[in-house]
């Protein structure tokens, strides 16, 4: 993804730094959905910072459902993005896969599919613990 440019739109509420969007920005074209079924995105800095009123609006953009997030447990530092669900979605809504430049992600969304992962790696490691015989 060489032209991939991460974003995160903030606000401040009750004077604090609030990350609110998560934006990857990738360009159309990009993605070739017919070959592709997930993209998995690391987290990692540096994110360029945007307020909202410095959100452009003439960008085609998807925005990403919790549902629509991955996990991979090899990709510990990275979540994923289901493109099938994605492209089922945008068909479904009559709308054109192929013009999307970037994705809109809730950064709470995120979050949640992190500690997801922690808490059933834990669940399968405890599970792990329980049914092994040693011989």
Same mark, same amino acid.
């Not at 070739?32 to 987290?43: H, Q, R, V």
């Not at 510990?76 to 809504?93: A, Q």
């Given at each position: /993804? ?5 974003? +995160? ?10 990350? %609110? ?12 959905? #017919?070959?592709?079924?997930? %993209?998995?995105? $690391?987290?990692?800095? $540096?994110?360029? &910072? ?11 953009? %998807? ?6 997030? &991955? ?5 510990? #530092? ?7 669900? *994605? !492209?089922?979605? +945008?068909? !479904? /809504? ?12 809730? *950064? ?5 599919? /992190?500690?997801?992962? &922690?808490?059933? @790696? ?6 792990? @613990? !329980?049914?092994?015989?040693? *011989?």
């Amino acid at each position: /993804m060489s032209q991939k440019r991460i974003s +995160v739109l903030y606000d401040f509420i009750d004077d604090q730094f609030v990350p %609110m969007k998560y934006i990857i920005y990738f360009g159309a074209g990009f993605i070739d959905w #017919n070959k592709n079924s997930s %993209m998995y995105i $690391p987290i990692e800095a $540096p994110f360029y &910072l945007q307020q909202l009123d410095d959100f452009p609006s003439d960008v085609v953009s %998807m925005s990403i459902s919790y549902d629509e997030l &991955l996990r991979h447990h090899n990709k510990t #530092n990275s979540f994923g993005i289901n493109l099938n669900l *994605v !492209k089922h979605r +945008v068909e !479904k /809504m009559g709308g054109d896969i192929w013009g999307i430049e970037q994705f809109i992600l809730l *950064v709470s969304d995120i979050e949640e599919a /992190m500690q997801m992962t &922690l808490l059933s @790696e834990r669940i399968r490691q405890k599970y792990k @613990e !329980k049914h092994t015989v040693e *011989v």
